[in-house]
C-alpha cells in the first residue's frame, strides 16, 4: 500500500520517536492564547529536527520559557485535532491550544 507521501515502505519502518536523524524540517507554528502572548508572536516557522508534535512544542517550551506543560494542551496538524505521537510532515501547520474559559 503506497502511503499519502507516495512511499510503499513508511510504514513498516520503526518509529523513532520525536526526533530523528535526517534533514530538519520547517514546520508552521500557531500559537493562541496565553502561549502567543508569551511567545510575542501568534505564528512563526520553526526549522527543527522534532518530528513529532510533543517534541516540537517541548522544544518551543524551552525557547520561550513557557510554563503550561504539554499534556494540558491540545494540538491541531493542519487544521485537524492530532495525537501527540503523530509523526509531521514537512511544511505542517501545528497549533498549540491551552484550555479555553469563558462564560
Known amino acids: 500500500m503506497v502511503n499519502k507521501h507516495g512511499s510503499r515502505f ?3 519502518l520503526p518509529n523513532t520517536g520525536g526526533i530523528e ?3 530538519p524540517r520547517t514546520f508552521s507554528v500557531v500559537y493562541f492564547g496565553p502561549i ?19 517534541s516540537l512544542y517541548e522544544e518551543i517550551r524551552i525557547k520561550y520559557a513557557l510554563e503550561y506543560p504539554f499534556s ?3 494540538v491541531a496538524v ?4 492530532s495525537s501527540p505521537e503523530a509523526m509531521l510532515e514537512e511544511g505542517d501547520s501545528v497549533a498549540f491550544l ?3 474559559g469563558g462564560g
Not at 493542519?78 to 485535532?81: I, K, L, S, V
Open 10 to 12: 513508511s510504514n513498516i
Open 21 to 23: 536523524s535526517g534533514a
Open 36 to 54: 502567543r502572548e508569551k511567545t510575542g508572536r501568534m505564528k512563526e516557522e520553526i526549522l527543527t529536527d522534532s518530528r513529532t508534535p510533543e
Open 72 to 74: 494540558l494542551l491540545r
Open 78 to 81: 493542519n487544521g485537524t485535532f
Open 98 to 100: 491551552p484550555p479555553f
